[in-house]
């Protein structure tokens, strides 16, 4: 099998089977992190088709500063919240179908749903961080560069993004 780096090689040289290698294995996690932060389904969609074709057209742009997976997860999110500030309204269908946290078999569809639910409560700023912390297992120096703030302020996120979560989630 390929190594990423070989794989990013032949896709900078024009291979689209070479990234579409590369982002395969990453593809239901970045569905996951586009879906939990826009909250809905078709939204998730275009943000997912954005950030595959933006990871495509800035394949040069990729320093290798940090891991392939980290960067399209980045590509993923600032997709994601592009559509979010587009449309502010949200839609009502939105339950996760494919992300691997979902495989457990604890979570029910309802408990999904309702979690889902709650998110579009949090702010977008905090539900990015959350969603980049816990889902994408970003640290909260990769969140801060992300988000171009220092780590005090992701923390101060992550907090006020799960008391709000737990706020929401009491409420349903």
């Not at 909250?39 to 742009?61: K, P, V």
């Not at 408990?111 to 816990?134: C, I, S």
Request: charged share 30%; net charge negative.
């Amino acid at each position: 099998m390929p190594s990423d780096s070989d794989l990013l090689s032949r896709a900078r040289a024009g291979d689209q089977h070479a990234f579409e290698e590369l982002v395969t294995p990453h593809r239901r996690t970045l569905w996951g992190v586009c879906l939990r932060i826009t909250g809905d389904h078709y939204l998730a969609e275009d943000a997912l088709q954005d950030a595959l074709l933006a990871a495509w057209r800035n394949l040069d742009r990729f320093r290798g500063d940090s891991a392939v997976s980290t960067w399209l997860y980045r590509i993923a999110s600032n997709a994601a919240l592009a559509q979010v500030r587009r449309r502010r309204e949200e839609a009502v269908d939105a339950i996760p179908e494919t992300a691997d946290e979902w495989a457990d078999p604890q979570h029910t569809l309802a408990e999904r749903d309702r979690v889902t639910q709650a998110l579009r409560h949090v702010p977008p700023d905090f539900r990015e961080a959350l969603v980049l912390r816990e889902y994408g297992d970003f640290t909260y120096e990769q969140i801060a560069a992300h988000q171009q703030v220092g780590v005090q302020t992701v923390k101060s996120r992550l907090n006020r993004a799960r008391a709000a979560l737990r706020a929401a989630l009491a409420e349903s």
